[in-house]
């Protein structure tokens, strides 16, 4: 029920994979893949002859390619046997023969969202775990307190499941699966697994990723991201992406919450499915479960201390948080909706440029401040801010003291107001201009 059904018919079908002049698909050991033109004398044996695929010693591909849709490098590519995986003369993507000996391998994140998550996602949903799913209901809106802890070499990762849902390990992903059925006998799920990060800008993997699925939207079993919020957030030590979607699939519609959290070492995915009738009562804790994934890299910039870590003893559920600006009493307006060890999220009112409001659900990660990756984020590029000054901020009688940074982006001065006591900027000024200032906590 929960996968990309159409993506999967395309790693499997055998008419997209049938030989064309274009096609050809080399992927190496380190997980880098490469799609070219492989002719038949392409294929050649230790003594340099053309030879079946399965007697090669080296592969050569022409116009290689790392990504689908990118410019091809001139000339050509020669693989030996040794740094070769697994290729494919007749395919330009990963095939179900290439799934079934090596999904759990390493791989590019782009190719492993686009192809290899769908089919595991697949996999997973095809084992039938009848006896986790006829325990008595144990149904609960809160979070184990005992959290399940994943190792690759030295990086660690950590999620809490929501209590009296089950366990399960299934093909590299860990699964947890509620006790309760809901709509059409469908069991809401949460599906958490990472693989070795890629080279290359997180945007263009994100917008190879969304362009790929938007794809299978197109045709009449569809994939939906839904709304606008689908590009990285700068944080501390990465880069976080969350997107909801909607998958249909023979008149049945699965929602989901899609978290991607891209780090120095590896890239960490949260997918957590309900059906479309009862996702709107999982959502505040699939939100909990995504808040409680604690990523932990061996030297990686995502390594905190917790003497850094803002102390938001303050923050409840139900409070609002009013902002201003220069031109606008409320700016910005929060209304908390859940908090967690690691994060607050809150429901975002925003005032556009036309007056309008528009409403979403964000998260905020409880990490230590970060300035740099902050004032990247606000100004759309690389900034290097420094600090300039302190000052104690008092909003509605609880007092922030607030670290000042400056920078220069964009041919503006930035600057901004930030505190160990709030996850997020309590003011900030583009060239003196007030942008953003906490006016009101209720």
């Not at 759990?104 to 996999?123: G, I, M, N």
């Not at 949460?190 to 045709?219: P, R, Y």
């Not at 919020?229 to 699939?249: A, I, L, M, S």
């Not at 590896?266 to 709107?280: E, G, K, N, S």
Request: charged share 25%; with cysteine.
């Amino acid at each position: 029920m929960i996968k990309h059904a159409l993506l999967l018919a395309v790693l499997g079908s055998p008419l997209l994979v049938a030989a064309t002049a274009e096609a050809g698909i080399v992927i190496m050991n380190n997980g880098k893949v490469f799609i070219g033109r492989i002719e038949s004398d392409d294929i050649k044996d230790s003594r340099n002859l053309p030879c079946a695929p399965g007697d090669f010693e080296t592969v050569t591909v022409h116009s290689p390619q790392q990504y689908k849709n990118t410019p091809a490098l001139r000339g050509e590519m020669n693989f030996p046997r040794h740094d070769v995986r697994w290729f494919d003369p007749a395919a330009d993507e990963p095939t179900d023969d290439y799934m079934k000996k090596f999904a759990d391998a390493p791989l590019d994140p782009r190719w492993y969202a686009a192809y290899v998550e769908p089919w595991k996602e697949a996999q997973a949903n095809q084992v039938q775990i009848q006896p986790l799913l006829n325990l008595p209901s144990l149904k609960s809106g809160s979070l184990s307190v005992m959290s399940i802890s994943r190792k690759w070499g030295a990086d660690e990762a950590s999620i809490r499941r929501p209590t009296g849902w089950t366990t399960n390990e299934l093909n590299g992903i860990t699964v947890f699966v509620s006790d309760s059925k809901g709509a059409e006998g469908f069991a809401p799920r949460i599906h958490f697994f990472s693989v070795e990060s890629a080279i290359g800008q997180v945007s263009d993997q994100i917008d190879w990723i969304k362009q790929e699925l938007q794809k299978v939207a197109s045709t009449p079993d569809s994939f939906e991201i839904k709304g606008d919020n689908v590009t990285p957030k700068n944080v501390r030590g990465g880069y976080d992406v969350e997107w909801h979607t909607t998958t249909r699939r023979k008149g049945t519609a699965v929602r989901a919450l899609r978290a991607m959290k891209f780090r120095d070492h590896r890239t960490y995915f949260v997918t957590c499915y309900a059906h479309d009738r009862d996702f709107d009562q999982y959502q505040l804790l699939f939100q909990a479960c995504v808040s409680s994934l604690a990523i932990n890299e061996a030297g990686g910039s995502s390594a905190t201390s917790t003497q850094d870590t803002p102390d938001v003893a303050s923050v409840t559920v139900g409070q609002t948080y009013r902002w201003k600006s220069a031109s606008v009493p409320d700016e910005i307006v929060w209304e908390i909706t859940l908090k967690d060890v690691t994060a607050v999220r809150h429901r975002t009112t925003k005032t556009t440029a036309d007056g309008a409001k528009k409403t979403t659900e964000e998260p905020e990660s409880i990490v230590p401040i970060d300035p740099i990756a902050r004032l990247t984020t606000i100004c759309g590029t690389a900034a290097a801010p420094a600090k300039v000054g302190k000052e104690t901020l008092t909003v509605s009688g609880t007092q922030f003291d607030c670290d000042i940074f400056e920078a220069a982006a964009n041919g503006k001065k930035y600057k901004l107001w930030l505190s160990k006591k709030f996850p997020n900027e309590l003011k900030m000024t583009v060239d003196g201009q007030l942008t953003k200032e906490l006016a009101e906590i209720k």
